[in-house]
T-cell receptor, first 113, second 113 residues
Framework: DQQVKQNSPSLSVQEGRISILNCDYT??????FLWYKKYPAEGPTFLISISSIKDKNEDGRFTVFLNKSAKHLSLHIVPSQPGDSAVYFCAASRAQAGTALIFGKGTTLSVSS | ETGVTQTPRHLVMGMTNKKSLKCEQH?????MYWYKQSAKKPLELMFV???????ENNSVPSRFSPECPNSSHLFLHLHTLQPEDSALYLC????????????FGPGTRLTVT
């Protein structure tokens, strides 16, 4: 059974609006969460992360929110830009060096101008 | 050259061939990883090397054999693969310590005929 779930395979947003990508996890042992962005023919690119001791982390246009009680995290992109169009992966792990990341299946974001 | 590089980018091999995938990281990281991404599936961890020692083998068949000669290089030796092994193989590295972000290479697209 999948431990990290991204239930929306795709999301379409207009340029300038907010994009909200969601992720749920089942394993309460996870204590570190990451978002990656992937363009075709490239490897995933690290975007932003959050430790379980926080509920929000912000980096420019990107903000990740963590709700531990609901085992839910979300990535907000404001304002959305056409260059943000890509596949976004949520990943979770134990906060431990050399530990695997457990990935969701990804959400394809399309930002139209 | 910077970041994480992988060669070759594309590989077509027959089921009786032997080939190797190469990964090199120029980030001074201490941990390296092999992941596999099959169609319609999330990225799945295959192997982890932490300070050149293999610390995780995620029940990978023996037809995949990793090698980590030093902290900057990682190989994946392939022999007698099956068509279902066709996938995108991604290498990643991470610094270790309190830094858990993993940085990915562009991947090798493998097709087994």
């Amino acid at each position: 059974d999948q431990q990290v779930k991204q239930n929306s395979p795709s999301l379409s947003v207009q340029e300038g609006r907010i994009s909200i990508l969601n992720c749920d996890y089942t394993n309460s042992m996870f204590d570190y969460f990451l978002w990656y962005k992937k363009y075709p023919a490239e490897g995933p690119t690290f975007l932003i992360s959050i430790s379980s001791i926080k509920d929000k982390n912000e980096d420019g246009r990107f903000t990740v929110f963590l709700n531990k009680s609901a085992k839910h995290l979300s990535l907000h992109i404001v304002p959305s830009q056409p260059g943000d169009s890509a596949v976004y992966f949520c990943a979770a792990s134990r906060a431990q060096a050399g530990t695997a990341l457990i990935f969701g299946k990804g959400t394809t974001l399309s930002v139209s101008s | 050259e910077t970041g994480v590089t992988q060669t070759p980018r594309h590989l077509v091999m027959g089921m009786t061939n032997k080939k190797s995938l190469k990964c090199e990281q120029h980030l001074g990281h201490n941990a390296m990883y092999w992941y596999k991404q099959s169609a319609k599936k999330p990225l799945e961890l295959m192997f982890v090397y932490n300070f050149k020692e293999q610390t995780e083998n995620n029940s990978v068949p023996s037809r995949f054999s990793p090698e980590c000669p030093n902290s900057s290089h990682l190989f994946l030796h392939l022999h007698t693969l099956q068509p279902e092994d066709s996938a995108l193989y991604l290498c990643a590295s991470s610094q270790g310590g309190d830094n858990y972000e993993q940085y990915f290479g562009p991947g090798t697209r493998l097709t087994v005929t």
